[in-house]
């Protein structure tokens, strides 16, 4: 069973960058993702990745936020810049061992196991 743990949130300015960390333990992870909640809202997918390289992006992330994934590290990335205050919300990384295969865009409800939760708020 994997087991996922969030790190690298916090506060910035607009314009500004923040990295944020997923560790990963267990197997079933060949498809993870990152998603973003904020309060009354539905958990959106931000990026995904099948494998180690092939990724996706929401439209609104697209060419500001990396997803990326170090298998030596046990670790998936979400590289974020050019921050906007649209993108506070509470951050999760999610890992399933097939629902990249069911879905080419990330769908919550595919993913069986999540982390905890990083918070980033951009302020303008």
């Known amino acids: 069973q994997v087991q996922l743990v969030e790190s690298g949130g916090g506060s910035v300015q607009a314009g500004g960058s923040l990295r944020l960390s997923c560790a990963y333990s267990?197997?079933?992870?060949?498809?993870m993702a990152w998603f973003r909640q904020t309060p009354g809202k539905e958990r959106e997918a931000v990026a995904g990745?099948?494998?180690?390289?092939?990724?996706v992006y929401a439209d609104s992330v697209k060419g500001r936020f990396t997803i990326s994934k170090d298998v030596a590290q046990s670790t998936l990335y979400l590289q974020m810049n050019s921050l906007e205050p649209e993108d506070t919300a509470m951050y999760y990384c999610?890992?399933?061992?097939?629902?990249?295969?069911?879905?080419?865009?990330?769908?919550?409800?595919?993913?069986?196991?999540w982390g905890q939760g990083t918070q980033v708020t951009v302020s303008s």
């Open positions: 999610a890992a399933d061992a097939l629902a990249c295969f069911r879905a080419v865009f990330p769908i919550p409800s595919l993913y069986k196991t």
């Open positions: 267990g197997s079933a992870n060949y498809c």
């Open positions: 990745i099948k494998g180690i390289d092939s990724t």
